[in-house]
């Protein structure tokens, strides 16, 4: 990767391809920092817990990195997310106003989030429009655990294609089922540009 820079951060040097595991495309050379702060926090496989880093995922700096998910043609022709990125969008950004609040010990007037979030889901990623997302409350101060809701896959990239129109409009605007014609048949080698001065991959 030497000579080349973070596609998401544009100031680190790169270290890795990143690529998306539901589509098998690669997305762009990430750094190390930006690589680890895309990965869902996996619990188990189908399971993952939402950390209080997705707030810079989906909201401080979400039009950079939604641009760098649709660099996906997979995803971006079916205006989503892998199933791991939607379902913790879903219940970071969808199920927000689900999330329990109790009163912070240190202010009587201010109440803090329940819990840590965590999101698990019924099926595969082979197969995500038969999948279930279940969005759930861990470590509750109070001692519950509890289910906040259940999710169905279809609805859940309903949601989010709103969302995404709303939210960062150039991406949105570059999605969309017209395009999937323009999805190749058969997965093909990245072929890097090295003819510019920033041997730019895309």
């Not at 892998?82 to 240190?106: E, G, K, M, V």
């Not at 409350?137 to 990239?157: I, K, M, N, W």
Request: net charge positive; charged share 20%; glycine share 4%.
């Amino acid at each position: 990767m030497a000579g080349w820079t973070c596609a998401v951060c544009r100031t680190a040097p790169a270290t890795v391809l990143d690529h998306c595991h539901e589509h098998g495309y690669v997305r762009a050379p990430l750094c190390q920092s930006c690589n680890t702060q895309e990965r869902p926090d996996h619990l188990y496989p189908n399971d993952i817990r939402v950390t209080d880093r997705y707030t810079r995922l989906f909201t401080t700096n979400a039009t950079d990195w939604l641009h760098h998910w649709h660099r996906c043609p997979g995803c971006r022709t079916r205006t989503t997310l892998p199933l791991p990125h939607l379902a913790a969008w879903t219940a970071h950004t969808a199920c927000r106003s689900l999330r329990p609040t109790h009163r912070d010990t240190h202010s009587s007037r201010r109440r803090k989030p329940c819990g840590t979030l965590r999101v698990s889901w019924t099926g595969s990623h082979h197969a995500p429009h038969s999948c279930l997302l279940t969005v759930k409350v861990d470590f509750c101060p109070s001692g519950e655990h509890r289910d906040l809701t259940r999710v169905p896959y279809r609805q859940a990239a309903e949601q989010f294609r709103i969302w995404l129109a709303e939210t960062a409009p150039t991406v949105a605007a570059a999605a969309g089922p017209d395009r999937l014609d323009d999805l190749p048949t058969q997965f093909r080698p990245v072929i890097p540009n090295t003819s510019s001065k920033d041997l730019g991959l895309f």
